[in-house]
């Protein structure tokens, strides 16, 4: 693509994330850093020389600053959840496109504004949910999706626990009530959730009902939770998140007549290829003292890591709008309002005692 | 050891399930296969011929003639969980020592009359857990106690479900009322429970909550059903067992310091090896791109199967009594009623509608 193609990005916030994405953006092939905003110019200066901005990426002292250059065509927001509603709605006023770290926002009905936003002004949405993005998912997608192979949906299990340390646990935004209130619920739950709804064809359960002993900080904030999904058809999802244990992730999806095993769908163990398990048919040997077959191992390579294919599929997407006058794809928004919508009824079944909630699509 | 150190066994029942474990005593370095009673004398004959009985064996056509052999020292009750209290207590009380199918009995308290007769007539008894006694089991059992690689259990999914056909969902026992009555839950899940528990250092949970959608068959007899159980100190466990989902048994243990991953817990893929993965203190890299390290595959191997290790075990524990003038090993009994107990709490949970249930020690 002609250079003067690429999306320009403005990263709004230096959070440890922004590192990452700025890389990746510097990685997507149709996208260029074009701005950095922080709340102060020095701070967007260190974070442009860590990561090797472009020399003339430009500088900004605030947010606002970036959202009111004309040559920026994007952000990307690492910001706390608590500040998303407000920056992803004017940013969208300002007709740039919403690149949007997880989760999208303290509750579905804050979201609900961010969509809006981004829907009257025309603008693209899309949250940062990495993984979706890796090759590796759309192939697992088409085994859970194959009649043959997988079968029907019957259970899945997912769980990311990582063990933060002493200082995440005094000071990271996801310990703290007025930055990131959903804490572990939102930052590890969320892509437990996701990949249970991508599983379940983005199909919201009727039932959610959390697990009895989540753990909470002093300030109340989530540190360790569960929960137990219902859908109408008798297909049951768990999932576990935690800041209390080992780092952990994985995807265990059982349908009538295959099993997927993932162990690092969040990030893959390796940023060149990712892995995942499937078994079909599987049967017992005539005496069962044995398996007739073993689980299959599938090897997915890419080139540029998921956070680069996320990047370049949102630019994509903002190309198609900005040079060819497509719409906005619905879809992103979609499944990130359902992500939402599902922690929300886990947050309230806790805040509930432990009461069943109810969803209607 | 001596050929007449050779534990002596009766069989009493001609279940599919007999013919692996009659091929165990036969493996078993310190049994012989003596005897074996079913409801009619043709048909002892035939599973006797089928499954390369000893020319000595003795073949009957009751289960009382097995009882009463007096060259008999042990028996094997592979019958309908039904049936397990009466013939069981009858067993016991003519000396006989018990190995006896899973699920143990219909309830804890029946099983305590098992559990009685047991201690007051000096036998051992031991139920047809197998993967317990294979030799992985106890690796696995030494990472899951290791304050440095595993550390504190924090959660735990287990899950065992496979795929039944239409002859065994109309026919077999498990899916009847008056034989198998916990059905999927206490053939099925029993494993699952043995699981955590192992993992719990066989500390009971204080609190059973029975998932919502079980599935029942038209007799009311349980197909499919999961449970999330909790301990004082703020460990989750979950389950989930099925008839009607592809082949899958996992253990996912986490721990503050490791994680376990577990794929053919019950039945090892091959007889003569089974593996398990481990991680321990896993880190991503420095920009969370990807993994510090990959979990570890660890491999056992066992000249004998499982199941031969269980007759084995089983056969020193009578020995010791028989020749040594020992006294039962009571960890067995206990365990098995532990395991009993939660099945037990899921039932009760699920027929109170979902309400969770208190256990006390």
């Keep these: 693509m002609p250079q003067n193609h690429a999306i320009r990005f403005g990263v709004i916030g230096c959070a440890d994330i922004a590192r990452k994405v700025s890389r990746a953006i510097s990685l997507a092939p149709n996208a260029v850093i074009a701005a950095v905003g922080s709340r102060s110019l020095d701070k967007a200066k260190l ?3 860590a990561n090797g901005f472009p020399d003339d990426a430009k500088l900004y002292g605030s947010y606002e600053a970036v959202l009111d250059d004309p040559d920026i065509d994007a952000v990307y927001v690492p910001l706390p959840t608590s500040l998303h509603v407000r920056w992803a709605v004017v940013a969208a006023q300002k007709k740039k496109h919403v690149l949007l770290e997880k989760p999208v926002a303290l509750n579905a009905l804050e ?4 969509i809006e936003a981004c829907e009257s ?17 759309s192939v697992i997608k088409d085994f859970l999706s194959d009649a043959h192979r997988f079968g029907e949906l019957k259970s899945i299990h997912t769980c990311f626990t990582f063990g933060a340390d002493a200082d995440f646990l005094q000071n990271n935004i996801r310990v703290k009530p007025d930055l990131d209130a959903l804490g572990s619920l939102g930052d590890a739950g969320w892509y437990c959730v996701r990949a249970i709804l991508l599983a379940a064809n983005y199909k919201l359960p009727k039932t959610v009902l959390a697990s009895r002993d989540p753990v909470l900080n002093e300030a109340g904030v989530i540190m360790a939770a569960g929960a137990s999904l219902y859908w109408e058809d008798g297909k049951v999802a768990t999932f576990y998140c935690s800041f209390f244990s080992n780092l952990t992730m994985d995807i265990t999806a059982i349908g009538t007549k295959g099993t997927l095993h993932v162990h690092d769908f969040i990030i893959p163990y390796q940023e060149k290829e990712a892995s995942f398990y499937t078994s079909s048919e599987s049967k017992f ?3 069962v003292t044995k398996w007739d077959s073993q689980p299959s191992k599938h090897t997915v390579n890419t080139d540029l890591p998921q956070e680069a294919l996320m990047v370049t599929e949102f630019s994509r997407l903002v190309g198609e709008i900005k040079f060819n006058n497509s ?3 619905k879809k992103w928004p979609t499944i990130s309002r359902k992500t939402q919508t599902i922690l929300d009824a886990v947050k309230a079944s806790i805040d509930r005692g432990f009461e069943p909630v109810h969803i209607q699509e």
């Design 285 to 287: 040997d005539e005496l």
């Design 121 to 137: 002004n025309g603008v693209q949405f899309m949250d940062g949910t990495m993984w979706v993005h890796h090759p590796r998912t």
């Design 327 to 329: 719409k906005p794809e």
């Design 111 to 114: 979201f609900d504004e961010i």
């Design 47 to 49: 974070f442009a020389e």
